[in-house]
DNA sequence: GTCACAATCCGGACCGAGGTCCGTTTATTG
DNA sequence: CAATAAACGGACCTCGGTCCGGATTGTGAC
């Protein structure tokens, strides 16, 4: 038997079906992502905000690596059990913690302005999204890597199927004829904040290959004289 | 400080300097995988083999979630420490059981008959070599995925080296032109095996659309009628 | 307003597992 | 048979995660 009070923050369970949403560009903002102040008691919310608080300070003054549980719960005054009452799990803090930025960058590719928004052609969208994500995942990039869930549940993470989903979405439309959900999860691997962060920070390359390399893979993948 | 005594078996602390090898095919068969017996105490040797067995048996009867440290230590009649002294940490531990499969497989992609191994053209050895990790990777699953390290070492186990390091050498035969080191990491991508056993046992998709994808994937990154 | 009741939340004791330390034991070498 | 380097073992620490008795809050009735 597990808790039933906190999911409205939580990942939901899984497996849960979900098949793939079927009207491409309409999904909810945030799927998953928020959800949160809805039904919450006057304390809980309260305290959900102490805690959002008191992460963000730690990560401020002793990186990702010092935001322990216990240590977010002291700061903000708290019972550990409510840190995990309202979060799940360390995952879903530090996920939490991502979630303004996380919701801003959806806002932007799904509806702001192109050629990241709508507007532009596919392989366009796909290029300025690749750009962007790789730009994103420099700022905070050790929160990503912390935020990381285990090896059983690295894809099954809400906010990582928006974006999979999206490259899909313009996948389709570029080439129609590939295996476009397979090809997407290709063309994320790219954009993976590990392997930003193992390619920048452990061997040195500098961002700008990295954006060279996924304009290139999206013109060979995607590209111009495309038959097959 | 840290030990000293036990770092034949375990990857390399990192961060180590370690550049890029240069002699492209001719790196020594497994990096970093073996170097295990040479000069280990008669006790030590021994110990070690005790906990393998132990563990691989554990793997067996409980799955892979069941084997821990200290149950190993306890099935193999040794003490806690012993088990970290020579496998490092959990990871190293779960890496030394795939060692045996994992020589097996680096020595039939380098030296092995066609079209894994040396003789076929490039591209169909690229072929080859995903469509074998797809086969492999169903096989032992559960214990690949227990054995990924965390998402700051993903990048950096010997063994992926060596497996990325292959494709980005045939890489280069094929499309000379490309930035083949960070398109390896991408066809890398598509053989993760967590992502294999997302496809596979969380969405059900049928091992041959896997492979399917991969040779189509190929085609495209490196396949016939190429000039950028 | 206030009272009572149910739903929700809180807190911190508790557990298991990974990882570390160091005093002790054992293999090797000459 | 020393002497020395290496290995051993298990107590110990930390941290993520769970549990449940008790405290708070929202609510409807009066």
Redesign the pocket.
């Known amino acids: 038997?597990?808790?039933?009070?906190?999911m409205?923050t939580v990942p939901p369970p899984f497996p849960t079906p979900q098949e793939p949403v079927d009207h491409p560009e309409l999904l909810q903002l945030g799927t998953g992502l928020e959800a949160d102040e809805p039904?919450?008691?006057?304390?809980?919310?309260?305290?959900?905000a102490r805690l959002l608080e008191a992460a963000a300070r730690l990560v401020a003054e002793r990186g990702a690596e010092?935001?322990?549980?216990?240590?977010?719960?002291a700061a903000?005054?708290?019972?550990?059990?409510?840190?995990?009452?309202?979060f799940?799990?360390?995952?879903?803090?530090l996920t939490a913690l991502l979630d303004h930025s996380e919701k801003k960058f959806q806002a932007a590719f799904l509806g702001g302005p192109p050629p990241l928004g709508p507007g532009a052609p596919p392989v366009e969208r796909l290029r300025a999204f690749g750009i962007a994500m790789l730009r994103r995942s420099t700022d905070d990039l050790e929160l990503q890597l912390a935020a990381e869930p285990?090896a059983n549940r690295r894809y099954i993470s809400p906010a990582r199927r928006v974006l999979r989903h999206h490259i899909e979405v313009l996948l389709r439309q570029a080439v129609p004829e590939a295996d476009c959900e397979l090809l997407s999860h290709t063309l994320m691997g790219q954009l993976d904040p590990a392997l930003v962060h193992h390619l920048t920070k452990q061997c040195g390359l500098p961002l700008s290959r990295l954006e060279d390399a996924w304009l290139d893979l999206v013109d060979r993948v995607a590209g111009a004289g495309r038959s097959r």
Do not use: I, P
């Not at 039904?39 to 959900?48: F, G, H, K, P, T």
């Not at 799940?88 to 803090?93: A, E, K, N, S, V």
């Open positions: 038997m597990l808790y039933a009070g906190f409205s039904c919450l008691r006057a304390d809980a919310a309260r305290n959900r010092g935001v322990t549980m216990e240590a977010v719960a903000a005054c708290v019972g550990k059990g409510t840190v995990f009452r309202r799940g799990d360390r995952t879903g803090l285990g």
